[in-house]
Every structure is written in structure tokens, then in C-alpha cells.
């Protein structure tokens, strides 16, 4: 079974431009999060998807956005690119059911975003 | 009340030892918990989770011991290899499941051979 894949894995841009992420994730699950890694702040959430839907949101400004397709594959954009943009961007999937094994999510390898 | 609390920043066993990881939440709503082993420019890779009805859980070398009452839950890796050697995140999640994971800021293990 292939994993969560997420294309490009990197990525140069200039402060001011957008950016755009791509995940597909493992064949069967339906939810795809977003997670911002640095060194300074760590992991931290950005969305989640299900079923073409955002379920939820972190605090992160709007210039991050996501959507999901009926295929489950999920683009992340980030517009008005800042430098402290640069970091490790990584999808997450997961079935989407509620408990039990079903709950649990598997990371692809990011795209790491260096804002220039 | 979002926080996971994760510590030591760093360790170092050698080969055999027992390296043992914490972490603290505060979000008493939290009931799923995973350990995430990360090596450098790879993606996080599920270990091992726990959900509160249990206060231990084992898989293979890697074991989690959860404390409810104390909102804390630890992490140890049996027989500790070389090859262990990565950065471990702990994480907590609302409803079950791991669709919106607050992590821990991570240890750096080193295991000498």
C-alpha cells in the first residue's frame, strides 16, 4: 500500500509570491491534515479535511488555506509569502472515522519551503 | 490548556539501555496519545498510541505508561539500538482520533553502540 505522498518535496520562493502544496494520501482514508514543523515552534496544526470539508482550523493566519478533493487528495496554499514561512510542511491522513484504530494518522515525508 | 509538555530535550543511552521520554498535558478533554519517531528529513512515523482506558501499552521493544489522574504519559524503548537514534515527539488529541494532534516539542535520542 503506498503511503501519503506529497509533491514537491522542495521548494524556493520570494517573499511576496504564493505557494502551492500537494498531498495524496494513503488509498481508502479521507482525512488529510496540514502541520507546520521549525525548529522554533515545532509541529503545529494547520486543517483538516474530511470528505472535501475543513473540520477544523489552527491558529494560523488566512493567508494559509486548504482545500481537499473528492479524490481526497489536498493542496495547501500559502499567499504573500513571509520569511518566517520557511519550514517543513507535512500531511497527515487518516481513515476520518471517530475512535479506535481507525483514528490513526500517518505522516508523508513533507515539502520543506524555503522563503527567500 | 492546549499544551503538551514533553522532556528531556535530549538523550543519551548506550547500546542496551532504557531511554525514557515524558510528557504532561493540561487539556483534560485530550484521549488519544501518540509517540511519533522522526528522523532527519523524513516525516514523523507512527511508534505506538494509547487511548486513557489503559495504563500501558506495549509494542515490541517500545512501551507507553499512562497516568490518568497525574496527566502524564511516558515513553520507554527496551534494548535500545543505534538505530533508535531519532527525535520522538508525544502528542495528545481530542475524540479518539489523531485529526488534530498537539505535539510535544520533541527529544533528540542518541543511542552510543
Known amino acids: 500500500k503506498a503511503g501519503v505522498t506529497q509533491t514537491p518535496r522542495y521548494l524556493i520562493k520570494t517573499r511576496g509570491q504564493q505557494v502551492t502544496l500537494s498531498c495524496s494520501p494513503i488509498?481508502?482514508?479521507?482525512?488529510v491534515s496540514w502541520y507546520q514543523q521549525t525548529p522554533g515552534q515545532g509541529l503545529q496544526f494547520l486543517f483538516e479535511?474530511?470528505?472535501?470539508?475543513?473540520?477544523n482550523k489552527g491558529n494560523f493566519p488566512g493567508r494559509f488555506s486548504g482545500r481537499q478533493f473528492s479524490n481526497s487528495r489536498s493542496e495547501m496554499n500559502v499567499s504573500t509569502l513571509e520569511l518566517g514561512d520557511s519550514a517543513l510542511y507535512l500531511c497527515?491522513?487518516?481513515?476520518?472515522?471517530?475512535?479506535?484504530?481507525?483514528?490513526?494518522?500517518?505522516f508523508g515525508q513533507g515539502t520543506r519551503l524555503t522563503v527567500v | 490548556q492546549q499544551q503538551v509538555k514533553q522532556s528531556p530535550q535530549s538523550l543519551i543511552v548506550q547500546k542496551g539501555g532504557i531511554p525514557i521520554i515524558n510528557c504532561a498535558y493540561e487539556?483534560?478533554?485530550?484521549?488519544?496519545f501518540p509517540w511519533y519517531q522522526q528522523f532527519p528529513g523524513k516525516g514523523p512515523a507512527l511508534l505506538i498510541a494509547?487511548?486513557?482506558?489503559?495504563s500501558e501499552k506495549k509494542e515490541g521493544r517500545f512501551t507507553i505508561s499512562f497516568n490518568k489522574s497525574a496527566k502524564q504519559f511516558s515513553l520507554h524503548i527496551m534494548d535500545s539500538q543505534p538505530g533508535d537514534s531519532a527525535t520522538y515527539f508525544c502528542?495528545?488529541?481530542?475524540?479518539?482520533?489523531?485529526?488534530?494532534?498537539?505535539f510535544g516539542s520533541g527529544t533528540q535520542l542518541t543511542v552510543l553502540p
Open positions: 497527515a491522513s487518516s481513515l476520518g472515522g471517530g475512535g479506535g484504530p481507525l483514528g490513526e494518522a500517518f
Open positions: 488509498s481508502g482514508h479521507r482525512s
Open positions: 479535511y474530511f470528505s472535501e470539508t475543513q473540520r
Open positions: 487539556n483534560t478533554a485530550f484521549d488519544y
Open positions: 494509547i487511548r486513557p482506558d489503559v
Open positions: 502528542a495528545a488529541s481530542r475524540s479518539g482520533s489523531a485529526r488534530q494532534l498537539t
